[in-house]
């Protein structure tokens, strides 16, 4: 592929991504004010933007299989671990940035558990068998991701466990 059109797909493949991603947080804050037609349709129109996103994922070549795209996963999120949100909060500290501050320290520590979840999981699959975790509980506040059993608050925000998210 040549340089202009694989950047272009690169740029094409975020942008369908953020607003896939923009819909659907769109689609909660219609629900909470009781527009359940308009969070369907952010809802709907979403998923038309991951269809786009994957067209353009699969057409970069970078849809591999599950190893693969475990391993992209972990390197994914070790970068933001190691490089990425460590320099975003050093900057929102410089400029007494709270929320911000707040929102990174919520996100590095979620992105941490991620990592090794999927390490965890590329080991299962690189013996040829799926991974065999138990449900899933996701913090709404922060991120935080346990399998198994739920703390009775979460030990990054402080949310009571009645609020996590199973899947």
Not at 25 to 54: M, S, Y
Request: include cysteine; charged fraction near 30%.
């Amino acid at each position: 592929m040549k340089q202009m059109t694989e950047r272009n797909l690169r740029d094409a493949y975020a942008g369908e991504s953020q607003a896939h991603m923009r819909y659907l947080i769109f689609a909660h804050k219609a629900e909470e004010e009781g527009k359940t037609h308009v969070a369907r349709l952010f809802r709907a129109i979403a998923f038309a933007e991951q269809v786009h996103a994957t067209n353009h994922l699969r057409t970069l070549g970078d849809l591999g299989s599950s190893v693969d795209n475990l391993e992209t996963a972990i390197q994914g999120e070790n970068f933001e671990v190691e490089e990425m949100y460590p320099a975003y909060d050093a900057v929102a500290k410089l400029q007494d940035e709270k929320e911000a501050i707040r929102s990174i320290h919520y996100a590095i520590e979620a992105e941490k558990i991620h990592a090794a979840m999927y390490t965890e999981a590329k080991q299962s699959v690189k013996e040829g068998k799926d991974t065999d975790f138990g449900d899933i509980y996701i913090c709404p506040v922060c991120g935080y991701t346990v399998e198994g059993q739920m703390p009775d608050a979460c030990p990054i925000c402080g949310v009571s466990k009645e609020k996590f998210v199973k899947f």
